[in-house]
């Protein structure tokens, strides 16, 4: 908790840095937008979900190589929601080490989006057992 205390000051001191006219570095800029994605990312989440997935699921928001990535974690099996190709569509994807397995597609405007992830995640843990 400490270091989100502490990431808050130092976003809050840039803030008034910035509210007074002086200009951010090219780093700071950069992670200013690496922050937007995420947090977007996190807000769409957190609407398709709701409240008491995305805390049964443990649901972080990480910046990934591969850019902003939601994590997953449904009884110690690991997985990433990530924005598809085309920019209307999420893939969800099943977590092996470093290796990553496709296992939906869901569009970012489909109803049912949860109950999507869901019945991706029984498939590719429960329905093993």
Same mark, same amino acid.
């Given at each position: !908790?400490?270091?989100? &205390? ?7 001191? =840039?803030? $008034? ?7 951010? /570095? ?8 690496? =922050? ?10 957190? &609407?398709?979900?709701? %409240?008491?997935? /995305?805390? &049964? $699921?443990?649901?972080?928001? %990480? ?7 939601? /994590? ?8 990433? *929601?990530? =924005? ?7 893939? &969800? $994807?099943? *977590? ?20 999507? *992830?869901? !019945? ?7 329905? =093993?057992?």
């Amino acid at each position: !908790m400490e270091q989100d &205390l502490q990431e808050l000051i130092r976003d809050a001191r =840039k803030e $008034l840095r910035k509210a007074s006219g002086v200009p951010l /570095t090219e780093d700071e800029e950069s992670e200013d937008r690496r =922050k937007a994605a995420l947090d977007k990312l996190e807000g769409f989440i957190l &609407l398709k979900l709701g %409240v008491r997935l /995305t805390i &049964l $699921l443990n649901v972080k928001v %990480v910046w990934s190589e591969k850019g902003p990535a939601v /994590t997953l974690d449904a009884d110690g099996h690991a997985f990433h *929601v990530r =924005k598809g190709n085309d920019n209307r569509s999420y893939l &969800l $994807l099943s *977590v092996d080490g470093d290796k990553e397995r496709e296992i939906a597609t869901i569009e970012a405007s489909d109803p049912i989006f949860a109950s999507r *992830v869901l !019945m991706a995640i029984d498939e590719a843990v429960y329905s =093993k057992e």
